[in-house]
């Protein structure tokens, strides 16, 4: 009679392994299960959500910033402002503008998700759902954090030329991509059906693309008119 072998038992994962894993579950693995899982794993903080949120976007305005400040050096020298030894400033400038402009962006990135998230959850609470904020702020965080930094590796390759719309279509293919996780980790987190999940969801996001719409619109009927007498001015030649 054969006896049990006592192989060893390998730990769980921890730390930023853990997070790795958590990460890879949420994106290669998307169900109802997979969601619920992550939510009622006691890991799941909303310290930990928002640190995650944090990275990403860091990461993400980092190197968008690089990437613009790049584009923007390449069309103040083939423009007639830029003037000789301007571009190596603008290449400086666009730097300064990445180190200190990031971490404001991404500190931004983390209200706005806190913000949004807890409204997703209320809703649920109110549509019959019955995860908590934390659980909700850490399922979902696992699943845009790792498009953060998909995206702004995405970034960077949209500066290849003649390639840059390739590397477009693959970005909002992936937003769409976890937009549908979303929903699916809202209804594995509170264990209702696809109806409130999308409600739960889409509602807050509509609402707050229309505020963005509203403020974008008011602000352009305001500045248009001076914006068209600069314009003028520049085209303008000089007497």
Known sequence: MNEPTNAP????????????????DALTRPSEQTFARIALSPNAKLTTALLWVFLGSLVNFLLASLVQGRLMSQMMQNSDFGGQGFPGGAV????????????????????LFAIV???????????????????????????????????????LLSAIPFAGWCFGIVGLLGAIYVLVLEVMAVKGVNQFGWGQAIGS?????????????????????????????TINSIMTPAP
């Open 201 to 229: 969801l889409l509602l807050p996001v509509i609402a707050i693309a229309c505020c963005i719409s509203v403020v974008v619109g008011s602000l352009l009927s305001v500045l248009a008119p001076q914006l068209m007498d």
């Open 92 to 111: 400086g400038g666009g730097l300064m503008t990445a180190i200190c402009g990031a971490p404001i962006g991404a500190l931004v990135s983390v209200v």
């Open 117 to 155: 998230t807890g409204v997703v959850q209320l809703l649920a609470k109110m549509f019959g759902g019955h995860g908590t904020f934390d659980q909700l702020a850490y399922a979902i965080a696992a699943i845009v954090t790792p498009f953060y930094f998909v995206s702004g590796l995405l970034t």
């Open 9 to 24: 038992m390998l730990p769980p994962p921890s730390g930023v392994s853990e997070w790795f894993s958590v990460w890879r």
